[in-house]
């Protein structure tokens, strides 16, 4: 049993040297750090793309843009506004405060307009992309990190072989199996970033091309009418 | 405020996770490896206890011989004493009665010279058949033991040998890396010759298993281990043994625990 006791998860982690220990450590914390980001990045966009719909289908619905933005005030005083509706937000106040002021000609209005929007949108795009850099250096990092550590632990495993007498297999392999931990916990940590990079990336490029089309489709209607007024 | 918050339950369900991927693990994994142990076939070397009782045999005979030359050490000794009593005896008659009686003496003396090699003769007869019964006996005897001996000689041969065949092939054996395409079963032969110090100096397939890589690999092994200390130790106590039994040596290597 003494054997046993001994290859156990515990066991080997306990056993493994320092510096193996301390990669071990890294790559939890990645692990942990990553699925943070992972779920909260995964509820941001989901929640992103569910109100794109929302606005999306009321404000096609013809409904006036003067109610569509007041129904937005209340949200917009506790900062709770996201995604294509600030950038409508942003867009209107410009919109409705240059056509106040009266003296700017049409094509003043619109630039501006555009230009409020634009600052918007990068705005969005910050946040849309927000975490994302760091689920792609985990993903590609951590393997290397497991990695290392697996090397020095074999390479202090062989380096306790080479004073052995009799080199039996029993000699390495629990050295060579705690050195494994660390790669398993590096893919263990990897895995999940790169697939849930990838998925986000697509999901965010997907949500600002959108909201550069919403930008675009809302800024010729800004245009109709301040040439048919 | 908004941001933050919007970091709790991601932390609590990632803490959660890790923390129930580390209890599983940590369970589960010592539920299911208990590491199986394969019995070693012990490699034990058996001496006869039995040569001790022929060594004691052996000392027998010098034992009676002992007695014999002791025995024969008292007689002489009596023989002599007797001798020197009637010399002096004689001695004393030759004084008393001088000349007168010389012829007298003379006829005793012949008499007693006759009587006495008669004794004598009588006595070696007595002895020379003694001698022969006793070395009959003994030769008997000593022929008997001989042949134990050589039967035990022999037995004990048989066991030394084994042994050492049993401590090749393990040490072999212990070095020997079997290919993947080896099956269970698969039978190589093999032919060493060793040298006095315990190095081999030729081996050689007798009957292949019929998978070139498994036989490669024993010879592979036999090169890599290379001298026996066992067959040196054999070749210095017993050369005779050495150059009868162990000097071509077959062995079988068999191919039997694998898992597939």
Known sequence: ?229 | MNNASSYILPVVASLAFHGLLIAVLTLGWEASNEPQKRQMPKFVQAKLVTVEATVKQKKAPPKVDMREKRRQQELQRQREAEAERERRAALERKKKQEAEKKRKAEAEKKRKAAEEKARKEKERKERERKERLEQERKSAFEEALEEEEELLDAREDAQAVMSVAQAIQQRIESVWSRPPSARNGMLTVVKINFVPTGRVVAANIVEGSGNAALDRSVLTAIRRVETFPEVAELAREEPTVFEREVRTTLLNFRVEDLRQ
């Open chain 1, 1 to 229: 049993m003494n054997a046993g006791e001994q290859l156990s998860l515990w066991g080997l982690i306990q056993n493994a040297s320092l510096l193996v220990q301390l990669v071990m450590l890294l790559l939890l914390l990645a692990s942990v750090i990553s699925w943070v980001m992972i779920i909260q990045r995964g509820l941001y966009l989901t929640r992103a793309k569910k109100g794109l719909t929302n606005f999306e289908r009321r404000f096609w619905s013809g409904a006036d843009l003067n109610q569509l933005f007041r129904e937005g005030n209340v949200r917009a005083e506790k900062g709770k506004v996201d995604g294509v509706e600030s950038l409508f937000r942003a867009g209107f106040t410009e919109f409705t405060r240059l056509r106040q002021q009266g003296r700017s000609s049409p094509e003043a209005v619109m630039e501006g307009t555009e230009r409020a929007m634009r600052v918007a949108m990068s705005r969005e795009q910050e946040k849309v992309e927000m975490n994302l850099p760091f689920l792609a250096s985990v993903g590609s990092v951590s393997p290397y990190i497991g990695l290392f550590g697996t090397v020095w632990g074999i390479m202090n495993s062989f380096r306790g072989l080479a004073t052995m007498h009799q080199a039996t297999i029993a000699t390495v392999a629990p050295g060579i199996s705690e050195a494994l931990v660390a790669t398993a916990m590096g893919l263990f940590a990897a895995i999940p970033a790169v697939m849930a990079y990838n998925r986000y990336s697509a999901k965010a490029e997907w949500l600002l091309s959108s909201y550069e089309t919403f930008a675009e489709e809302f800024s010729s209607i800004l245009h109709r009418k301040v040439h048919s007024s």
